[in-house]
């Protein structure tokens, strides 16, 4: 049986996305650096960096190239197009409240998890990690509880794609130890991320579920392992977590 064969990339594309990476993660970076960090010339990078500004994607300042803002546009025609974005927004802004810690709202795009909305509680733990962040859904409890609800071959495309990397001491690494925490999250009907991804960190987190089974995306709750405890899961996050996820849902379904 002949495998199939990846798809043709074009390399011009792939460094404008390379170079607009690198200005998202530093927050502002000159040509010098990023011509040194990705490894081009610095007249390849003032190419692109032109190219990039005609088109708002990025932005001269005095300490050099930052994201411009096109991207906000980009941003909220991507939101229009998620049905339930505004509601679950609304929900997720209670559960913050009630619960004084971060909540999440996360989509599966292909192979990975993308968090498209966050809102700070009156104790959450600030994140470094950015809304839009692609993240591998193995290692987070939103991740694992819309993959518990995926079609097994769904699930067999991100253990390949991903390899299910090890992120701390606690990430489950294992296909078979990852297919039986699966069951174990459909069967309790929610997921729970034990210092997983990030040391310190602990989540729960639930599917958002269609009329028909499938997954519309997911829901968490994080903090830290001081507060997340097990016993607060099972008194309280656990009971807020679905009501929310069940509100979303019916909801979802009258609209």
């Known amino acids: 049986m002949e495998r199939d064969e990846p798809p043709r990339s074009i390399q011009a594309v792939e460094r404008t996305c390379e170079i607009i990476g690198a200005i998202e993660r530093e927050g502002a970076m ?78 599966l795009e292909g192979t990975k998890a993308v968090v498209v909305h966050r809102v700070e509680g009156e104790n959450a733990i600030k994140t470094t990690s950015p809304v839009g962040r692609y993240v591998d859904p193995h290692c987070i409890s939103v991740g694992l509880a819309m993959m518990a609800h995926l079609p097994e071959r769904r699930v067999a495309e991100i253990v390949e794609e991903s390899g299910l990397p ?27 991320d034990d210092e997983e991804r990030v040391r310190g960190v602990r989540c729960i987190g639930a599917p958002l579920r269609d009329d028909e089974g499938g997954v519309l995306g997911g829901i968490s709750i994080s903090g830290p392992a001081r507060r997340i405890t097990d016993d607060k899961i099972e008194t309280e996050l656990k009971d807020e977590l679905l009501r929310t996820a069940n509100v979303i849902e019916v909801n979802a379904e009258l609209s």
């Open 166 to 192: 090890r992120r701390t001491e606690n990430t489950v690494t294992d296909p078979e130890a990852l297919r039986r925490r699966l069951e174990e999250v459909r069967e309790r009907g929610y997921a729970v």
């Open 30 to 107: 000159g040509i010098t650096e990023l011509a040194e960090e990705l490894g081009i010339t610095k007249g390849t990078v003032h190419t692109h960096l032109a190219t990039l500004s005609r088109e708002g994607l990025v932005s001269k300042s005095e300490d050099g190239y930052r994201l411009g803002l096109r991207p906000i546009s980009l941003a909220e025609r991507v939101k229009e197009r998620i049905e339930i974005y505004d509601l679950v927004a609304s929900e997720l802004g209670k559960l913050a409240e009630m619960t004084g810690e971060r909540t999440q709202f996360a989509l």
